[in-house]
T-cell receptor
């Protein structure tokens, strides 16, 4: 069964304290791995897409990496405005090549205190 | 600017009533999706819609649910007879840039 597990469930950081969020996945084949940010009561906001092991993407204080079994979202020198829930999702490989569903993890709730 | 907007933002309904949730993309897309998120739980896939047909649906998407594009632009999710357990945030998403799905702001549905 395809599955996504994120850890930790919650993370509290001081402003400037760098850390990493983990996303472990089990899929029959990986078509893509996605990171989203979700603020309370809002829809998931797209951050990164990773397609193959070894791939890395960066945006401001965030950097996403991918291996064959997991992905990390590294947060460097976070600010209070980075506080949100970070969601990881995978798109399993299917017979049809495009447009398949995403399977989400439960998210990591990040709180950054000034 | 968001890729999709959703209406209404909030909906309160009585158990057994029908609700229609709407998704309006800002430009033409081929793939549409509905997901839901029960409070405190994971985002769950409901259904995908391609070229005016359902391409995939989950176990959650039973006979009480239906989707359509009534006018070629809006994309709707109908729940025929709502249950208490249908209370959740419902998100529409579109496919863009390869495999990336962009989500709308959601409709918060509360069934009393």
């Amino acid at each position: 069964e395809d599955q996504v597990t994120q850890s930790p469930e919650a993370l509290r950081l001081q402003e400037g304290e760098s850390s990493s969020l983990n996303c472990s996945y089990t899929v029959s084949g990986l078509r893509g791995l996605f990171w989203y940010r979700q603020d309370p009561g809002k829809g998931p906001e797209f951050l990164f897409t990773l397609y193959s092991a070894g791939e890395e993407k960066e945006k401001e204080r965030l950097k996403a990496t991918l291996t064959k079994k997991e992905s990390f979202l590294h947060i460097t020198a976070p600010k209070p405005e980075d506080s949100a829930t970070y969601l990881c999702a995978v798109r399993p490989w299917m017979i049809y090549n495009q447009g398949g569903k995403l399977i989400f993890g439960q998210g990591t709730e990040l709180s950054v205190k000034p | 600017e968001p890729e999709v907007t959703q209406t209404p933002s909030h909906q309160v309904t009585q158990m057994g009533q029908e609700v229609i949730l709407r998704c309006v993309p800002i430009s033409n897309h081929l793939y549409f999706y509905w997901y839901r998120q029960i409070l405190g739980q994971k985002v769950e896939f409901l259904v995908s819609f391609y070229n005016n047909e359902i391409s995939e649906k989950s176990e959650i998407f039973d006979d009480q649910f239906s989707v359509e594009r009534p006018d070629g632009s809006n994309f709707t999710l109908k729940i025929r007879s709502t249950k208490l357990e249908d209370s959740a945030m419902y998100f529409c998403a579109i496919l863009k840039e390869g495999e990336t799905q962009y989500f709308g702001p959601g409709t918060r549905l509360l069934v009393l």
